[in-house]
């Protein structure tokens, strides 16, 4: 279970340009964080990831603490553990898909990192974009990839900022259902954001809603598969 | 003449380039990624040689480096050797005026790199220095490969800063630069003749290096 009840401004020319104040727990499903852009969704994942530091309060994954203000506690991004999905994927340019995944893979030496990814390779079936770069894949294939490369770390929990905004509508629903089949497996809390209505009502066991900061909605659905 | 001056300005470049190769990187990637106060000056002292006449920043140098200079003094009571009329005078002379070069290029080139691929590389477990020299190195090639065969050239070059520095002991500190200006000082044009075409060879080399390099097509 993750915990995040934090605060956090952001001041230009003296102004206070933006503020995020957020508390919430999300459990260990999918949790979609949701509301329009210019909300603080991409702000909330930046700051449990490490990315960010708030101003004040304190961030906690199980019975981890990656923040918390009153102690001086904040773990570096390095020793936080997360999956990071980017809008844009950030798959290394100069790394074939192979060894984008194997790049971050918890395991040592370089043939068992190797291993590692063609086995998740092999578990989303995209075995043949083994030695691919980035720039001769799709969009819903560098997802995949995005994703594959996160999981390869042993995360203990997934964070996804807007991972398919740029592919197209055939492909979401599928890679939606790659997304749950991976939450699945691992049993780790999935933060999952979008603005997007019709991915936000297929996803996610708990269903967070953000508007300037502030949580505005916060429900959690017992039995998802009732709903849809 | 043109034999020992061919070798000793080889010489000379290809260490003051070494050195420029790691300095340059590591101020680029200082400036490029973090503040800290004076960094703007830092900035500033760096990039003067590029604008300074060369014999100033020789003149500066004799006042560092010299016998009697700041740290040359110091070197010089303690060891009894001094930069000036030597071989390294020359390669820290060549490393000065060529090292701005090469921290422009490869910082636009760093500053280039998507932060995203960086911040990837550090949620996926790696430190600041492995993900440099995995993930930004590889990405930023271009601009320092460009860097440093600019700084080559730059260093191939130097004249003025060498002179103060290193002065022009034929044999000993007579780079081709110098060794051209003596042979017309000299009347001896047919050694002029043939040291230029051998400089003008090397730089057209480089800016077609350079070129080649800026024009390549990589990662899509």
Redesign the interface.
């Known amino acids: 279970m993750l915990t995040v009840k934090v605060k956090k401004s952001f001041v230009k020319k003296g102004f206070r340009e933006f503020s995020l104040d957020v508390d919430f727990s999300a459990n260990d499903g999918i949790t979609v964080l949701a509301g329009a852009s210019g909300a603080g969704k991409t702000t909330v994942l930046r700051l449990i990831?490490g990315?960010l530091t708030p101003d004040y309060g304190t961030i906690k994954l199980d019975s981890q603490t990656f923040f918390d203000s009153e102690n001086d506690l904040n773990l570096p991004?390095?020793?936080?553990?997360?999956?990071?999905v980017?809008q844009?994927y950030?798959l290394?340019?100069?790394l074939t898909a192979e060894q984008n995944i194997a790049?971050?893979a918890?395991i040592e030496g370089k043939s068992a990192k190797l291993a590692k990814a063609r086995e998740l390779l092999t578990l989303f079936h995209i075995e043949h974009l083994k030695d691919r770069?980035?720039?001769?894949m799709s969009g819903g294939e560098q997802q995949r990839i995005a994703l594959a490369?996160?999981l390869a770390?042993e995360p203990k929990i997934v964070l996804l900022d807007e991972p398919l905004s740029a592919v197209d509508v055939e492909t979401r629903a599928k890679l939606m259902d790659e997304i749950e089949f991976a939450q699945t497996r691992t049993k780790i809390p999935f933060i999952y954001v979008t603005h997007n209505e019709a991915e936000a009502a297929r996803l996610g066991s708990q269903h967070i809603k953000l508007r300037t900061g502030i949580v505005i909605k916060d429900e959690v659905f017992e039995n998802r598969e009732s709903l849809v | 003449m043109i034999w020992s001056a061919f070798q000793l300005s080889l010489l000379v470049v290809i260490i003051s380039t070494a050195i420029v190769g790691v300095a340059g990187l590591a101020f680029a990637y200082l400036i490029a990624k973090f503040e800290f106060p004076g960094k703007e000056l830092l900035d500033a002292v760096l990039t003067m040689p590029l604008v300074l006449p060369p014999t100033v920043t020789g003149y500066y140098l004799i006042v560092l480096l010299g016998r009697n200079g700041f740290i040359g003094g110091f070197v010089y009571d303690l060891t009894g050797w001094s930069f000036a009329f030597t071989w390294q005078g020359a390669v820290i002379a060549a490393f000065i005026v060529s090292l701005p070069l090469m921290i422009r290029a490869s910082r636009a080139s760093i500053e280039s790199v998507?932060p995203?691929?960086e911040?990837?590389?550090?949620?996926?477990?790696?430190?600041k220095f492995e993900t440099f020299l995995?993930?930004t190195l590889?990405?930023a090639k271009r601009g320092i490969f460009a860097g440093l065969i600019l700084s080559f050239a730059r260093a191939l070059g130097e004249f003025g800063a060498t002179l103060m520095i290193a002065g022009n002991i034929p044999g000993k500190t007579q780079t081709m630069p110098l060794a051209i200006y003596e042979a017309v000082a000299s009347g001896d044009d047919k050694n002029a003749q043939i040291l230029a075409l051998i400089l003008t060879a090397i730089s057209i080399l480089a800016v077609y290096l350079t070129n080649k390099i800026s024009r390549s097509h990589?990662?899509?």
């Open positions: 990831a990315i991004i390095q020793e936080r553990n997360v999956g990071f980017f844009d950030a290394f340019p100069h790049y971050g918890k770069i980035p720039a001769e490369r996160a770390s | 998507n995203n691929y911040i990837a590389s550090y949620t996926l477990g790696k430190g995995k993930i590889p990405l990589i990662y899509g």
